[in-house]
């Protein structure tokens, strides 16, 4: 991934909410809670197109950080299926205070958790 490793993010799916996607398929859009370091208290929502073997994604969230302030965010992303009920995810976003970062991570369906890496772009 491009950048520095800049910390690691934690979340928990909410809600999913279906609808009909392109081409005959399904648009699944998750609410997902939690945090992510330097940026406090994260809520947001994933957008997934594609199947079970992988698609894309797109993200649009906003983060309570820890000294008062809010930024917002959003941005594309793949995703690719690693095995029984999980997958890896690659994606970019753009930060409402100008920066752009990178996340790795992975979505594991059992625990209905989406963890993994921040990192910085530039």
């Known amino acids: ?3 520095k490793a800049i910390g690691e993010f934690s979340l928990k799916a ?7 996607g392109p081409a005959g398929g ?9 945090t992510a370091t330097g940026f406090g208290a994260v809520f947001g929502t994933a957008t997934f197109a594609g199947g079970g073997k992988g698609g894309t994604y797109n993200w649009s969230g ?8 809010v ?3 959003g941005g ?9 009920h999980r997958w890896r995810t690659k994606g970019y976003m753009d930060i409402s205070d100008g ?3 990178a996340t790795e991570g992975e979505i594991d369906l059992a625990s209905r958790s ?7 772009i530039g």
């Open 1 to 3: 991934m491009a950048g």
């Open 14 to 20: 909410i809600t999913a909410t279906y609808s009909p």
């Open 26 to 34: 399904v648009l699944n859009q998750v609410n997902w809670e939690g």
């Open 62 to 69: 906003e983060a309570f950080m820890d000294d008062g302030s």
């Open 71 to 73: 930024v917002t965010g």
């Open 76 to 84: 594309p992303g793949v995703v690719e299926s690693t095995g029984k």
């Open 99 to 101: 920066r752009r970062i």
């Open 114 to 120: 989406w963890k993994g890496t921040v990192f910085e």
